[in-house]
């Protein structure tokens, strides 16, 4: 399994490589693409997805009789890193090519330099009669951000402060040296095809398995792809006779959601309408749907670090191969009621659960479970793996806990809740 999320990760070096990666994973499962733009006709027992601007994803699958509720797995596949702008090339002293760059998300930006990176993203394409999006990834090393020796920055090791628009552009190449020359070819397009792009830095670093007994792994954009891996093997994996399964694969969770893509608008929302619609249910059936659904907004958690054990909750704290963490923070969607259903799903499945708060001094990050909550009121909890590092080009996991979340997000799936009375649940 963990093999597989290597190689997932190595083929997803964008959000929009991700989406495109879980599209091929869904067609191959004999999953039906759907366009928002065409009438859509669902069957009983039919198996569907959509995608929106190249880099988000919802699939789903249908029960053959009536359903009661949507069972949501909901992921992010944008990671933190650096966006190429357009027009980039910089010459210096008629030698080097550097590249003009933006921060994308929150990173150290320090842990970027020195690494092999290379470039992949998304082109907007002129054709005959209009326009189309093409993938392309460069898929070698093709650059590094090059530090600046100790010889010239004797006080590197009492801190430096980076500036974004100098202090990290990467080298490309020589004084001759094109990027868009080199997209065109990758892509298989003329350079003056190139309408428009989003076009992003990413480390080449390869997945490893390490520690004295192999118990920990290492590798880029754990967050969130260790996640929208495990949500995509557990999809693909149950069977629910009852609900609705949904797989939202969204974008943009790094910089807020609020985009078209994010879990911010209203795609859930419509995907779910979509579906009562064309299953002839009414707007009471939906809301009764939405109402008795549940969703697992998927996002990695922090783990104790070895070294700053002190930056963790005093009593509420995870660690590397301990299972999946439940999430807590006014920042999270997760309350009382639904991180207690999801530990006694995690329970029956017998998956060791973990409980994360922030320490009270240092907030943590967002996720995208209440930006989600804000468009369609699916009862949510936040979980995720523990990591080390997040946000850093290269992250680090247990071993034995991607396992443990396939499990969880299995069970989940499987599982049917039903309001017995009020804030009474069962499971089934």
């Known amino acids: 399994m963990i093999h597989q999320l290597f190689d997932f990760i190595q083929c997803s070096p964008t959000a929009s490589h991700t989406a495109a990666t879980v599209r091929a994973m869904l067609v191959q499962a004999g999953f039906t693409e759907l366009l928002e733009t065409d009438p859509w006709s669902l069957e009983p027992g039919g198996k569907y997805f959509t995608t929106r601007g190249m880099s988000a994803l919802m699939a789903f699958q249908v029960p053959k009789g009536d359903f009661h509720g949507f069972s949501v797995v909901a992921p992010h596949g944008d990671s933190p890193c650096f966006k190429i702008k357009e027009n980039p090339e910089l010459r210096v002293d008629g030698?080097?090519?550097?590249?003009?760059?933006?921060?994308?998300?929150?990173?150290?930006?320090?842990?970027?330099?020195?690494?092999?990176?290379?470039v992949a993203g998304r082109l907007a394409v002129s054709t005959e009669d209009g326009v189309k999006g093409v993938l392309v990834d460069l898929h070698r090393d093709l650059l590094t951000i090059p530090g600046v020796a100790i010889h010239m920055n004797r006080t590197v090791n009492e801190g430096?402060?980076?500036d974004p628009q100098k202090d990290t552009l990467p080298l490309l190449g020589g004084s001759e040296a094109d990027l868009k020359g080199l997209v065109a070819q990758a892509a298989g397009v003329g350079p003056e095809e190139i309408l428009s792009w989003d076009l992003y830095l990413y480390s080449r670093e390869p997945g490893r398995v390490f520690g004295a007994q192999g118990e920990f792994i290492a590798a880029p954009r754990l967050d969130d792809l260790e996640c929208v891996f495990a949500g995509t093997k557990a999809f693909l994996a149950a069977n629910n006779p009852e609900n609705v399964t949904v797989l939202a694969l969204f974008e943009n969770e790094e910089i807020g959601s609020l985009t078209r893509q994010g879990a911010?608008?209203?795609?859930?929302?419509?995907?779910?309408?979509?579906?009562?619609?064309?299953?002839?249910?009414?707007?009471e059936e939906e809301l009764r749907a939405i109402a008795q659904g549940?969703?697992?907004?998927?996002?990695?958690?922090?783990?104790?670090?070895?070294?700053?054990?002190?930056?963790?909750?005093?009593?509420?704290?995870?660690?590397?191969?301990?299972?999946?963490?439940v999430?807590?923070?006014?920042?999270?969607?997760s309350d009382a009621l639904t991180a207690g259903i999801f530990q006694k799903i995690c329970q029956k499945?017998?998956?060791?659960?973990?409980?994360?708060?922030?320490?009270?001094?240092?907030?943590g990050g967002g996720t995208l479970g209440n930006a989600s909550g804000a468009q369609v009121a699916l009862p949510t909890v936040d979980i995720g793996l523990p990591q080390l590092s997040m946000h850093s080009p290269y992250e680090t996991a247990g071993a034995k806990d991607l396992d443990y979340m396939v499990w969880a997000m299995k069970a989940f799936y499987?599982?049917?809740?039903?309001?017995?009375?009020?804030?009474?649940?069962?499971?089934?």
């Not at 499945?349 to 907030?363: E, F, R, T, W």
């Open 294 to 325: 549940f969703m697992l907004s998927a996002d990695n958690a922090h783990a104790v670090h070895p070294d700053s054990p002190e930056k963790s909750d005093p009593t509420n704290r995870c660690y590397l191969n301990g299972g999946v963490v």
């Open 327 to 333: 999430k807590h923070s006014p920042r999270y969607a």
């Open 264 to 283: 911010c608008s209203p795609f859930l929302k419509e995907v779910l309408h979509r579906i009562c619609l064309s299953l002839g249910r009414s707007e």
């Open 95 to 118: 030698q080097y090519t550097k590249l003009n760059t933006e921060v994308y998300g929150g990173t150290p930006l320090a842990l970027w330099i020195d690494r092999p990176l290379s």
């Open 160 to 162: 430096v402060k980076l």
């Open 414 to 428: 499987e599982s049917v809740l039903v309001q017995t009375g009020r804030d009474v649940y069962s499971l089934r």
């Open 349 to 363: 499945a017998g998956v060791p659960v973990q409980v994360y708060y922030n320490n009270s001094k240092i907030p």
